[in-house]
Structures are given as structure tokens and as C-alpha cells.
């Protein structure tokens, strides 16, 4: 089982431990299978346990034959060796993965998390009438960005801006102009392209 614990380790780690030179990976190949080798042992060791008292359980209060007995360490044996491997894996995302970004759920963001996204919730018209007021000297770009911040600030049930005098006007708009200089800035770093 060692050398098929070294190969299901450098199958693992081959990609992702690529800054070790070749002694200092063997070196973790071999701390880690032996490493993997006692957890195996040791779950073995307990599901043993459990497979031959659920065994005398099935037949009553009798011990298992000899062949009996190897056959539940066996089966012991093969299902402690899968759950290791099977937590050598967790977590693990190839490079074919890590190419295609995560594509978030819109149903699962709040409004402010789909602000300034796709997904951004389209303003009502008493929304837009709303930023008409608290901005009405910005630029229609600017409304239109406003409009969906305070869409979203609603949809999440937080405090909108209710004038141009409100607290909340100055925080709001540098929001929005931080976001229209972010998009600015992208949009001339594709037009370098």
C-alpha cells in the first residue's frame, strides 16, 4: 500500500508543490505517506472493531470463523484506505478549475453585493424619481449608477437619502464616483488592448 499511497500523493501534489526541488518532495512524499499509513492503520483498527461486533450482532453473540475474521479485516482494511484517500482530496481544485472563475448566484447575493455587478437590481421609477432628487445636478451616467445603489440599499432594507441635505449624500456619492472611476479606469485598460 506504501508505494500506492506515494503515487496517489504525487498525483495530488505534483502540480502544486512545484517550487521544491525533487529530494525535498520525495522527502514530503515520504512523510506524508507515512503519515497517511497511520491514519489508515488507525481507522482501520476501529472500523474492525465495529465490523466484528455488528457481525456478532447479526448472528447471535457468535464469533466469526477464522476466514470470516480476515474477510471483515479485508473489508476493514479497504474502507479505511478509501476514506484517507478520499480526504487527500478535499479542498483540491485542478488548474483546469482554477481557469473558470466561480460564477456567483444572483439569488444568493444581497442588493449591495449585486450593485455593482451584472446582476445589479434595476431601479424602480420611484427610485429613480428619488435619485432625481438627492442628485439632480449629476451627470444621467451618475443617476443611473445612483439609482441602483439606492435600489440595492433598499432591497437590503438600509437607510437611503431622502433629499440632497441628508447625512447619507456625501457617503453615497463618493460611493458612486469611486465605482464610475473604477469602470473608467477598466474601460480604458481594454481600449489599450
Known amino acids: 500500500m506504501f508505494h500506492d499511497l506515494r503515487t496517489a500523493l504525487t498525483e495530488r501534489y505534483a502540480q502544486e508543490l512545484t517550487q521544491m526541488d525533487r529530494t525535498e ?3 514530503f512524499l515520504t512523510a506524508e505517506a507515512n503519515r497517511l499509513e497511520a491514519e489508515i492503520a488507525q481507522t482501520q483498527s476501529q472500523t474492525e472493531l465495529a465490523m466484528i461486533a ?12 477464522v476466514l470470516t475474521t480476515q ?16 480526504t487527500l482530496w478535499e479542498g483540491h481544485r485542478s488548474p483546469e478549475d482554477e481557469d473558470q472563475p466561480i460564477e456567483p448566484n444572483p439569488d444568493t447575493m444581497t442588493g449591495m453585493q449585486r450593485w455593482l455587478t451584472p446582476w445589479a437590481i434595476e431601479a424602480t421609477r420611484e427610485t429613480e424619481q428619488l435619485t432625481e432628487r438627492v442628485w439632480p445636478d449629476q451627470t444621467p451616467r451618475f443617476q443611473v449608477w445612483a439609482e441602483q445603489l439606492l435600489q440595492a440599499r433598499l432591497t437590503d432594507g438600509l437607510a437611503v437619502p431622502d433629499g440632497p441635505e441628508h447625512p447619507l449624500v456625501p457617503e453615497l456619492t463618493a460611493m458612486v464616483a469611486a465605482a464610475l472611476a473604477d469602470q473608467a479606469r477598466a474601460d480604458a485598460e481594454r481600449a489599450q488592448r
Not at 54 to 65: L, R, S, T, V
Not at 71 to 85: F, G
Request: no cysteine.
Open 71 to 86: 474477510r471483515l479485516y479485508q473489508q476493514a482494511r479497504h474502507s479505511a484506505e478509501e476514506t484517507v484517500l478520499a
Open 54 to 65: 455488528a457481525w456478532k450482532a447479526d448472528h447471535e453473540g457468535n464469533d466469526p470463523d
Open 25 to 27: 518532495f520525495e522527502d
